[in-house]
Antibody
């Protein structure tokens, strides 16, 4: 069974940092481009970042560029999102997802990021 | 940036057909995906490449895409289909999502 399990949920102060992880199982992780997507009641679903199979191609949303870093460890079947200079508008549920045929085939259960002083 | 528009809500009686639209400039030139999200759950892919259903998705879900509008159709809607539905397309190498449509089965 394909599974994505996010972790790293927590509270951070404005300007602080947080690292999210996404543990993958049930598929060949190293063969799949992976995404982070976030969701808020006000802005809905929003692309955050994506990384190709070997990390050669990385994309970021303009809203997080320069503050967030996506990475992956194919030996550990794990995707990461290092979040820095956090802002109130970064508060959201963050999902990792597998890129398939022009869509996100499978999503994790999501992890909540709260930014507050 | 590329914008997708969806109606905020659609109501349908059990057994009837629900039609959810997604509009965007020249959307028909792009592949569209549809996701279903129930309260407290993560999104589930129900349609990919405009018209295809992933394994395990019931046949009552179908999709189309032409000109500026993509459509998700739920035929013979059931109570379990009550959920939020999001469309998604690609623009400049990243995905763009519609705001979502809440489907209520009355």
């Amino acid at each position: 069974e394909v599974q994505l399990v996010e972790s790293g949920e927590g509270l951070a102060q404005p300007g602080g940092s947080l690292r999210l992880s996404c543990a993958a199982s049930g598929f060949s992780f190293s063969d799949k481009t992976m995404h982070w997507v976030r969701q808020t009641p006000g802005r809905g679903l929003e692309f955050v970042s994506s990384i190709s199979t070997n990390g050669d191609h990385i994309y970021y949303a303009d809203s997080v560029k320069g503050r967030f870093t996506i990475s992956r460890d194919n030996s550990k079947n794990t995707l990461y999102l290092q979040m820095g200079s956090l802002r109130a508008e970064d508060m959201a549920v963050y999902y990792c997802a597998i890129e398939g045929d022009f869509c996100l085939d499978v999503w994790g259960q999501g992890t909540t990021v709260t930014v507050s002083s | 940036s590329y914008d997708l528009t969806q109606p905020p809500s659609v109501s349908v009686s059990p057994g009837q057909t629900a039609t959810i639209t997604c509009s965007g400039n020249k959307l028909g030139d792009k592949y569209v995906c549809w996701y279903q999200q129930k309260p407290g759950q993560s999104p589930v892919l129900v349609i990919y490449q405009d018209t295809k259903r992933p394994s395990g998705i019931p046949e009552r879900f179908s999709g189309s895409n032409s000109a500026n509008t993509a459509t998700l159709t739920i035929s013979g809607t059931q109570a379990v289909d009550e959920a939020d539905y999001f469309c998604q397309a690609w623009d400049s190498g990243t995905e763009v999502f519609g705001p979502g449509t809440k489907v209520t089965v009355l």
